[in-house]
């Protein structure tokens, strides 16, 4: 089974930033996609930042776009999140996706969480004031 570890999580304040680690295991190494997303008390999970295992593009919701930079380091099996010029809305749980499906379109799943059927970490809190 694919297992995905997240870490990095905190509390900052408005301005500053952090650094989400995710770590997998139980996947087969091949061009699939990878992505991080976030859900808010009371609101749903929204897609942040997408890109493919292996090499490829990157996407981003429009509200992180300049700010967040998702990362694969295909040796490691680690994906990251940096996120700079932290805002009070970014406050959220923030999960790491992996699919395993064979097609992934990475720039539609940012849109769609649920799309492209992935698997969750356990997610990791981010609280900035």
């Known amino acids: 089974d694919v297992q995905l570890v997240e870490s990095g999580g905190g509390s900052v304040q408005a301005g500053g930033s952090l650094r989400l680690t995710c770590a997998i295991s139980?996947?087969?190494?091949?061009?699939?996609?990878m992505g991080w997303f976030r859900q808010a008390p009371g609101k749903q999970r929204e897609g942040v930042a997408t890109t493919y295992i292996g090499g490829g593009a990157s996407y981003y919701a429009n509200s992180v776009k300049g700010r967040f930079t998702i990362s694969v380091d295909d040796a490691k099996k680690t994906v990251y999140l940096q996120m700079n010029d932290l805002k009070p809305e970014d406050t959220a749980k923030y999960y790491c996706a992996y699919t395993s499906l064979s097609l992934c379109a990475a720039q539609t799943w940012v849109h769609s969480p649920e799309s492209h059927r992935p698997y969750w970490g356990q997610g990791t809190q981010v609280t900035v004031s």
């Open positions: 139980g996947y087969t190494g091949s061009r699939h996609c």
